[in-house]
């Protein structure tokens, strides 16, 4: 028997199938496969545009990025006629979608629940805080199995609402993933849902039912119905949909835009192929006679949906170097990379370079290469144009040696730069930066040697394919300055975020340039181990980094407790970045019993104090670095460093009560409980969010208590004053002498006093200096 199949397809193939004594089920199988796959070339979706205007939609991917307050819900089909595939298709699309959302408690929250026989919470949307946590989150989450049963799902979520989300308070988006060929009604509670003013995106898979998708979808369903199998353009059209009511507004240049588009379903249908002569039985004895049968096959064909794909569209982007930096690539051309890897590298630097540097660029560029050898063929601001840097990274060819990044890292920190600062805390000319590019394990160690190119006040950004990512975290010390690429293409599509971590070097932000007061307290006790403490103090140095050190912007200081805390360094003991980061390594550890509360009170009497540094009118944080334990009576002495306006922002690694935590913490704001010391670093980059704000927030001039010896701070407009109870001076920092003896030089103890922020630190500063004299004298 011979069956044909002959979907419509843009090379009009014929699509056969042959068997031989099986059972149609096992030839429908075998067939549904073939067309499966040679569909897989053939858009389920396809939106009429022109390659011009491709270009302009995948920029706008590069550029989306919705901060506003949303609770977001997954809902994925796990069914077994969406098949293990797709299921990962469909945790691809998720995946990629979280990079449009700014993932933070208070903006975008991520949830998902995996359904087919019954719903199951995979996790709620208060159990992950960052980016990065959801997207391995939605990675791990495995395929079930079972009917598809949609309309379950949505009772589910009528019943349980979005679990761990903020009540309806922001708005709801409910992501359903699915083939919709649910085998019960879903018209009825997907009406509900909607009811509940739950924005509802329909995203198909596999081979979709578009019929049912649209009654599942929020109304336009055009704007609503999105298919998961190209991940970039449905993220495209979520993002296009919600940018006017809930995020925010789309990047300068861009717009949403309605094209045709159609949407296309595979059925399978039976029809009449003809008529054979069979033969019948009759009414009479023993007679039988001839008659035609119909002859009808089985066919799978494409049913066309014509709708609107409303997409979001850039210009394609120009980047461009604007910041001044001196910038070195530093390129694998070891044996581990291969001969590929090494082209693509070329390739992408090439293209980078022509995108960046203009003729008035104020960057200057350098390439080194290395494997076993380190060399440097095109040295730093020899050629200002992209045109001369193409040519000669032309000429350059693969070696194929041994790895040895660290010894590379360590050579180009020594010789790439042509200045360097003849002071440790002098800044000569512009900022340094090293982009590193390696697709293979260094063959000797890369922490030491990036240690010491960091100490050289020089910037790592690191690029590798995602096998890399802990090595690279480890080589720049912060996985907010690694990039990481799944694909060659990718790797190219990450051109812009290149550029923005360049010029984030010479253009220090927000919390950088802000004034703050900072104390780290680190557990040291046995509870954490010697292993752990590592790890802890090498987050406390790479925190450090995202700091500018000195008098005037940032000063730190370094609390280690075990059952008592010692100072390692105060506020005022290290002016600059060198010199803390040198201190943080020599940090011993102490191992004995664990007291948060001790290592607190220590902050607040003898840390964030004018007498050891704390500046007036300067914000001022203590981070407290713990596995939990000991907290029973941190709770007072961190409320008491709240009263005087410190802000208590608690790190704790491991299990411990939340509540006990949060009396610790003060607000679920300022507290981050991690489950692995490996994960600490993927919170860094929240920790110093939060860090910042509150440097950014405004200053009560008498929190703390300027005022020495008992003096009462009495604040002003813009200013406070000291009364003084047998002292003198603007800051009760002078004895009254009796008799005849001369009062100290200064104002009168009750004279009002209007100081700005730099002349409080001036002030500050002054007074250590006179308290160190006399203590000198005594």
Known sequence: MFLSSSPETPRKKMISCRFITMNLSSFESICIFLISQALLALGIQQIHVGQEMIGKISAAGQLMQCSASLDVLFLLDGSYSIGKG??????????????ALDIHPDRVRVGMIQFSSTPRLEFPLDSYLTKQEVKERIKRTVFRGGSTETGQALKYILHKGFPGGRNSSVPEVLIIISDGKSQGSTAVPAMQVKERHITVFAVGIKFPRWEELQVLASEPPERHLLFAGDAEDAANGLYSTLSDPVC??????CKV??????????????????????????KQPNAVQASLCPFTRWKRVLIKHPSRCFRTVCPAAKLSLECGVDLLFLMDSSAGVTLEGFLRFKAFLKRFLQAVVGQDSPVSVGVAQYDDNIKVPIELGRHKDALSLTKRIDVLNFSGGRTLTGRALQYIAQHGFRSSPVFADVQDGLPRVVVLLTDSKSEDSVAEAAKYVKDQNIFLIGIGSSFMRAELTTVTGNPQQTIVYSDPQDLFNRMPELQRKICSVGNPEGCQAQSLDLAFAVDASSGVGLENFLRLRRFVRSSCLHFIINRDVTQIALVTYGSKAHTVFALDTHTSSSAVLQAIDQVPFLGDSASAGSALLHVHSDVMTVQKGARPGVNKV??????????????????????????????????????????????????????????????QGLIIERICEEARSPVNLCKPNPCMNQGVCILGPGSYRCQCHGWE??????????GDSPRSPGLPPRSHVQWSPRGLQHLSRALQHSKRQMDQRH
């Open 729 to 738: 001076g603007p800051h009760c920092e002078s004895r009254v002498l009796r």
């Open 257 to 282: 835009e309605s094209h045709p588009c159609e949407r296309r379903t595979l059925e399978t249908v039976k029809e009449l192929a003809g008529s054979y002569v069979c033969w019948k039985g009759s």
């Open 622 to 683: 203590v981070v407290l670095l713990s596995n939990g334990g000991g907290m029973q009576g941190a709770a007072a002495p961190a409320q008491q460093l709240r009263h005087n306006g410190i802000l208590v922002f608690v790190v704790v690694i491991g299990d411990t009560d939340r509540d006990t935590l949060l009396r610790v913490a003060g607000s679920p704001n300022y507290l981050v409980h991690i489950s692995s010391y490996e994960d600490l670093q993927y919170y």
């Open 248 to 253: 925010t507004a789309t990047a300068p240049g």
């Open 86 to 99: 797709s299921f990962e298709r469909s945790k691809h699309f998720a995946g990629k979608l979280c990079d």
